[in-house]
């Protein structure tokens, strides 16, 4: 099994920890807790950054809600997701790292 994990990892389709062969993420889902939740099948799920947030609303064909804090401001937000849709049009979503970067440190970014 772990042989199989290894081989995704490599590929890019999860991500293991680091120090312990455990995976970490299977985008866009995440298995450690972050300031990204998500409300979604009556139940919470973590992502790695407010995309991917968004992103399990989308792989699980959901409406959901996410929640986090502004990491400018530290102060909370919600957006609803309903129909595809967020209920919201006042955010921004600013990625620090370029794509072609991003797996360089993926947990970073």
């Not at 807790?33 to 968004?54: G, H, M, S």
């Not at 957006?79 to 990625?95: C, K, P, T």
Request: overall charge negative; glycine content about 4%.
């Amino acid at each position: 099994m772990l042989a199989g994990w290894r081989l995704l990892h490599d590929a890019h389709a999860l991500v293991l920890d680091a120090d312990s062969d455990v995976i970490r993420m299977a985008h866009p889902f995440l298995a450690v807790p972050t300031a990204y939740r998500v409300l979604a099948q009556e139940r919470w799920w973590f992502a790695n950054c407010a995309w991917d947030a968004f992103g399990i609303c989308a792989a699980l064909g959901v409406d959901g809600r996410v929640e986090s804090v502004c990491p400018d401001c530290d102060e909370p937000y919600t957006v609803e997701v309903r129909d595809r849709r967020i209920d919201r049009q006042d955010l921004l979503f600013h990625v620090l790292v370029p794509a072609a970067q991003w797996w360089d440190d993926i947990v970073f970014t």
